[in-house]
């Protein structure tokens, strides 16, 4: 994978209000404070956790991975949904006194516009580029937002969700945490909402933040995985297989490397999120 010293061009930044620390819910939800979910992010290797919610889960996850990189540790990631905020993470390096530049120094990232340039980057290039840079953790961002383009069937993403789902499990005993962040999205065909349900069925840990009746946003563990259960869903028990693919090879080509993050794209908007 190679590094250049640009940012991936086009890229929209959004300023959203800061999750609570701390939230209180009712019911069967579990609740949990948003600075132990990113401790247990950062600290144990071997996880996958998913994030989705209200558009505010891309400012905490950036706030996740400032954390996991705290100590000089690298982080790659992969976004399919341009909805990667590099201003974040230099507003954390400057308010722990840390050199802004050194800390972007460590952030790669890769792009992928189809489900075919996701899988790529994720099953063929993540796994061994996290071993080049001496690193354990990625977050993949929007990793379904293509696959609910119907220029590819509905059985062809599943197939590719299942593989995945595998790649997953096999990085993760390698050391490697993950973080998956999307929106709550319900999609047409309702069909394809499916993947949604299979995703969350294939990770460790399922969080979720969402508003209460009093607008106020609210951070809860919806689901823990066992080991057996992930899986179980990662060798493909499901109605659909694990059948092979013919990858797109225009597709294939697209997006086969991750960019390194220049410091003077933050530097020219450090005042802005």
Do not use: W
Not at 82 to 105: C, E, G, Q
Not at 114 to 132: D, G, R, V, W
């Amino acid at each position: 994978m190679n590094k250049t010293s640009s940012i991936f061009p086009g890229m929209h930044h959004h300023r959203y209000p800061s999750p609570p620390l701390s939230v209180e819910l009712s019911g069967d939800a579990v609740p949990v404070r948003s600075e132990g979910m990113i401790r247990s992010f950062a600290e144990k290797p071997g996880k996958v956790f998913l994030l989705y919610g209200e558009r505010p889960i891309f400012q905490l996850s950036m706030q996740m991975a400032a954390h996991a990189m705290a100590d000089g540790n690298s982080l790659a990631v992969v976004d399919g949904c341009n909805r990667f905020d590099v201003h974040t993470l230099s507003r954390f390096a400057r308010t722990r006194k840390i050199d802004p530049n050194k800390f972007l120094n460590h952030i790669f990232i890769s792009r992928g516009f189809t489900c075919y340039q996701m899988e790529q980057a994720i099953t063929h290039k993540l796994p061994s580029f996290l071993s080049t840079i001496h690193s354990h953790t990625a977050l993949i961002f929007g990793l379904l937002d293509t696959f609910y383009d119907e220029q590819a069937s509905l059985r062809e993403v599943q197939q590719i969700l299942q593989r995945l789902l595998v790649s997953f499990q096999k990085m993760k005993t390698t050391g490697a945490s993950l973080l998956l962040v999307c929106l709550e999205r319900t999609v047409a065909p309702p069909e394809r909402n499916q993947l949604f349900a299979t995703l969350k069925k294939g990770v460790d840990r399922v969080y979720k933040l969402d508003t209460n009746e009093r607008g106020t946003l609210q951070l809860f563990l919806e689901s823990q995985q066992t080991a057996a259960a992930v899986q179980f869903i990662a060798r493909g028990e499901t109605n659909y297989g694990t059948d092979g693919t013919n990858l797109h090879q225009p597709d294939r080509r697209g997006i086969v490397k991750l960019v390194k993050v220049s410091p003077r794209t933050a530097q020219r908007r450090s005042g802005s999120v």
